[in-house]
């Protein structure tokens, strides 16, 4: 009873600023004013102004020498602080939507080992949260040192949402405070609800967060709710509300994911290469395991929500998708491959080498070396360029930003067969390996597995057939639409695996899985993972950034600024890598810190000998 | 002799709804694209 | 280490010095690789659009349908769609005059137009007056056409340069130019007095318009051979008759054509000189 009435005391309050926040967040009531003021006032301005006809306020054309330089090129600086930004941020924004379903798993299931997992997991996050406030805090510094004009403008038009966001970032601070703080106080029965709940709202202004912070890269992208010459004339929810912002807001929540996992993936590679127990060593594979697990699951459906980004930005326009594609920055999409590749025979590997666990597995060991050759050979299509070395005229030819040249490039068909392969045959480790330690008992077996193979063999065939009648044989539309048919065929694995594979292995047969019983080697997949998605990460959001040329805001605030052009790819390539070598540093820099605090000091010698007495 | 027939009988079904499956999938997606197909599969436009 | 040897992982553990050199060490490695790749790519910069202002005193009619031609590949942007890929109609190979004709007779058209040049302005400053079939945006039946106007943002021609491409598209099947050249500019035979000269070789490039194509002075345009270190390739007699003759000798990767070949009637004898020097002495 004490120790309920002491919870109890932490509870009420804790429950209170829960609902209260939480009201907030809907916006449907809202106590303390500020959200809906904000965008009250803001229409009633709005309205005033479109009423009166007043004069609006074009966006500002700065020329060259209104930039201020400090002597390093100030791309390269915000360039560096946003990527590092954005690294941290997705980290943190990505670990607390994992740590809660595994939290739940715990509450479910009942095994404290998913509860302790979600509590590591969390700690690793702790130390993200400042480093993204602080790069954060620098990048407005420098973007506001840098880009006077174009953070003028910015600010206009966004106004008070920046305020909401500010107070935002306050909410996530107090959330991820009490949910990691509060762990161990709310740890069993009602508490634990309490707890989710926490996390549940931890999430919830997280999301909210990105998805404000998105709105200002989306409308750099896609302009909405201004005129020709950038005079706001809608409410902040037209200009928030473009074109792009909610394939933006899916692609980089899916990949967050993928990108969180994997990073905690690397952490509990390295705990578990340096476990001196057994014991220690199990719990560290198996939690790579699950890391992996995230990190894999939500990176499958990644492509298909790039898919409908680039589709987006071409019924935008066209122009800007072509550039994105079809110009010089479709080069990198040949670094994309070799990532993407790295990434799907890492995490491959890495399945592989964890049906060492379990007896269970040998019957499928047999397969393996079938989806290698597939893998390795779709790797080897699709990073081949159209056309693998230039001659001189040909890179002349290149010239400006696009050409036609490598126009097909974007759309090869055959590129696509070996990205949909490699997906599918990915899955098919990841369903291999999950039915390693299982054996189903229901009476529908034979039929399921029956099915899941023709559901494999078909979609294989449908993918080839897409790719090479559509795309060979008739003309371009039909080539592009085709593509939608084998992501439609590979959706459809994945789907009908997932499905599949919960009803048929409900109530199955468990095989033992002796956790820690894998190879060190396997274990440099789980590095390789997340440095391949740390360096993709910045290359796609360069190209993301890329598409707009030399406009700050698409078609209403040109760049005049001396860095207007887009670089070469090499100079590019330089950029990433160090950013995310930075960003390696910084991690480990967490992972020490996680580290640190789980160690104590033994109390010095003399002490000891102080304290039994006797006094030298 | 009553089970492989029953295999049998299990493996052709599956192939059956599934190929089914993905010939309205290919018409279905190319049809909400405005890229309509004949009943071969080939391209109507 | 291989699988067998980690069921005793009791202080069998590397040490976490060793296993921290060794991962970053393969992190570092991949990231290298990556950096590579990246590297080993054709290593092109994208430019920037440049406001070139047209100098409206050196025009002629060919150096009009030259600067449509430039425009038409690069400011435009037009051939990012109008190829032979099928995205739009390919006008390059059509005959575009006679194309207009026909669709001014169609009866879906609904425009102003009344003849090829007015359609061919029209088609760029409001593409969705009439979309032709096939190539309208998807689902709009051809009503709606994915083209942007050509002289609003990002493209924002002026009407001299959408000029320009018209009467490029006039001038390349051999069709009759019908666009007037832009007022103050010399109509070739009724120019009286020639222009005063340029006093310097730096006025003299941009009077005669070769940073619009060359990179030199502060242009950093690529549609034609940069110039900048041309002094160490070229000799003053072969500038020379790269400026009198550009068709004579064609620098390795530019195609032929390209540069107006009517310089030798349109500069003076002291304009060329500078010129000349000027870039003899540009050795990077």
Partial sequence: MKACSRKLRWFIPGLLLVSVMSLGITGEVDPFGFVGDVYASEALVDEALTESKAELKAAPKPTTEDYPGIGISSRSIVWVLAQMHLFFGALVLAVPIFVIVIELIGVKTGDPRYDDMAHEFMKISMTAYSITALFGGTLALALFLLYPDFMAYIMEVFG???MVYASLFFMESLFL?????????????NSKWVHLSLGLMLNGVGATLMVVANSWATFMMAPSGVNEVGAVVGNIWEVMKGPLWNPINLHRFIANIAFGGAVVGAYAAFKMMTARTQELRAHYDWMGYTSNFIAILAFLPLPFAGYWLMAEIYAYSQQMG?????GILAWLFIVQAVLIGTILLAANYYLWSGMSRCEGSRRYDGYIKYIAFVLVVGFLIWVTPHTLILTASEVAALGGSHHHLLGPLGIMPAKNIAVNLMLVFTFLSFQLYGRSNKIATVPWADMGNALMVAIYAVAIFNIIFAGVYYGYFTNTVYKVGSSVMQVGSTLTVIIAGVVIDALMYKNAKLLPVNWGNVSNRSQYALFALPVAFTWLMALMGYVRSSVRTDWHIYTIMKDTSPDNFIPAIGYAGNMMTMVTVLFLVFVLFIFWIANLSGQKQA?????????????? | MTTDKKNLKIWIIAFAVVLLYYYGLDHFIMSVQGLPLNLNLTPAQ | MSAPENMSAENSAPSSGKILALSLGFSL??????????????????EASVEEEVELGALTMDSF??????????????TLCHNAMGRAPDILAQNMVGAAEERLADSRYKGKATDAESYLHE???????????GFGKKGSNDTVSPMPAVHKAPIQLSEVEIGAIIAFMQAKDGNDVTVPLPTDAPVAEA???APAAATSAEEALGKFGCTACHSVLESEATLGPSLKIVGRKLTAEEIRQSIIDPNAVIADGFSGGMMPANFADQMMVKELEMIIHFLAEQKG
Avoid: H
């Fill in chain 1, 160 to 162: 008070a949402q920046m």
């Fill in chain 1, 177 to 189: 405070y009490i949910y990691y703080y509060g762990w161990d106080a709310l740890r069993y029965g």
């Fill in chain 1, 322 to 326: 072509i550039t994105a594609m079809g």
């Fill in chain 1, 603 to 616: 109390p010095p010698a003399a002490a000891v000998t102080a304290g039994e007495g006797g006094v030298a």
């Fill in chain 3, 29 to 46: 490695l991949m990231v290298l690789v990556f950096t590579l790749v990246a590297n080993l790519l054709p290593q092109i910069e994208g």
């Fill in chain 3, 65 to 78: 349908i030259a600067l449509g031609e430039t425009l038409f590949n690069g400011k435009g942007t037009c």
């Fill in chain 3, 123 to 133: 088609s760029m400053v409001n593409p969705g007056i009439y979309v032709v079939a």
């Fill in chain 3, 191 to 193: 120019e009286p007095e």
